[in-house]
């Protein structure tokens, strides 16, 4: 028997950005296309987990929940459930064999409305972390 292949590629990153008044009240989206890329030649699941428990800044001390923003993928078997972001390996696609054809995903970031507390609206900041992809036999 064939040891099972499984290959994963994700877009290095995706870019939020609040603008406007319009943005923290209606909250914001980005796709990233074909952002996941995956192939197997065996039953799959693909896990995510945020590296840091919070968004955090370079240039201020403040800081931003994780579950401020979800992940949806989209394409291959069809639209998926958002996951909300976190420490924990969560799951976001499984699967059956791609007889180890690459099926490409659109990565679909959403971050809901920003309330009150987290308007710093004075001077421009940027806050990020680091999420971790993997795939595995299911």
Do not use: C, W
């Not at 680091?130 to 036999?137: D, H, S």
């Amino acid at each position: 028997q064939q040891t099972p292949v499984y290959s994963i590629t994700v877009s290095p990153e995706a870019i939020l950005e609040f603008n406007s008044v319009s943005d923290y009240m209606n909250g914001v989206s980005k796709t990233s296309k074909s952002g996941l890329k995956i192939s197997a030649t065996d039953s799959y699941e693909v896990r995510f987990k945020s590296l840091n428990n919070l968004f955090t800044s370079a240039t201020t001390s403040s800081t931003f929940p994780l579950d401020l923003v979800t992940l949806r993928l989209d394409g291959g078997s069809g639209t998926q459930l958002p996951v909300t972001l976190s420490t924990t390996n969560e799951l976001i696609l499984e699967g059956v064999s791609t007889n180890g054809n690459i099926v490409e995903y659109d990565m679909i970031y959403t971050a809901q409305p920003i309330d009150e507390r987290y308007l710093f609206i004075n001077d421009e900041q940027n806050y990020s972390t680091q999420l971790i992809f993997e795939i595995t036999t299911r």
